[in-house]
């Protein structure tokens, strides 16, 4: 059975930092892009930043470029979000996400991903 198990939300304040984690388990996702999502309440969820297979491409959404940064480790199975200069509006249930897609490139679209994680919560407050 695949699992994606993140872990490293909270409460933090406005100019926090924080580290999410993931870990996957039933197979290995050292084939393609794996990423992170999140959904904000009463908001759809939206794409945050993904990276490709051997790291050596990562994908932003403008909201957090500069701020955030994902990295992976294939030989652990899992994929981290660096999350720096946390602003309120980055509150939201974060997913991790994988892509059973043989791909050098990245993917930044929710249909472009099959497996998910349960979700996260980071709660930034002003």
């Known amino acids: 059975q695949v699992q994606l198990v993140e872990s490293g939300g909270g409460l933090v304040q406005a100019g926090d930092s924080l580290r999410l984690s993931c870990v996957a388990s039933g197979r290995t996702f050292n084939t393609g892009p794996m990423g992170w999502f999140r959904q904000a309440p009463g908001k759809e969820r939206e794409f945050v930043a993904a990276?490709?297979?051997?790291?050596?491409?990562?994908t932003y959404a403008d909201s957090v470029k500069d701020r955030f940064t994902i990295s992976r480790d294939n030989a652990k199975n899992t994929v981290d979000l660096q999350m720096n200069s946390l602003k309120p509006e980055d509150t939201a249930v974060y997913y991790c996400a994988a892509s059973a897609t043989i791909t050098r490139y990245t993917k930044t679209a929710i249909s472009d991903y099959f497996y998910w994680g349960q979700g996260t919560l980071v709660t930034v407050s002003a």
């Open positions: 990276i490709n297979w051997n790291s050596d491409i990562t």
